[in-house]
């Protein structure tokens, strides 16, 4: 009940997670997770523009640790790029663009 008041305490990241989840469905797209035992995680893989490229959810703008090490590693991971999907302004950093959330149903090209 307290979603529904817009208290979303700790749900907030889940909440949009799972919107991006529900977007990339409507468009076509196959939802791919990555986790390794060590502690990294992606929220999402994807083929976008003829490369592998991980996608973070944010709430916030928070960390992407586990993006950053990956991107460091392209020998070991074979990823080179990475989006952000946040309360974002349209951007690209160290081989990271950043977008707003609203803008996900764009990311159609394979």
């Known amino acids: 009940m307290r979603i529904f008041q817009g208290n979303l305490y700790g749900y907030k990241g889940a909440i949009f997670e799972n919107l991006i989840a529900d977007i990339f469905g409507k468009i076509g797209r196959r939802l791919y997770y990555f986790r390794k035992d060590t502690g990294l995680e992606v929220d999402f893989v994807m083929r976008y523009k003829g ?21 460091a590693h392209p020998e070991k991971y074979h990823v080179t790029k ?11 950093t160290a081989g990271m663009s950043t977008l707003p959330l609203y803008m996900a149903f764009l990311l159609t090209g394979y």
């Not at 490369?51 to 090490?69: P, W």
């Open 82 to 92: 990475a989006l952000k999907l946040g309360n974002l302004n349209i951007g690209t």
């Open 51 to 71: 490369e592998s490229t991980l996608v973070e959810v944010k709430a916030t703008n928070g960390n992407v640790k586990s993006t950053r090490t990956i991107l």
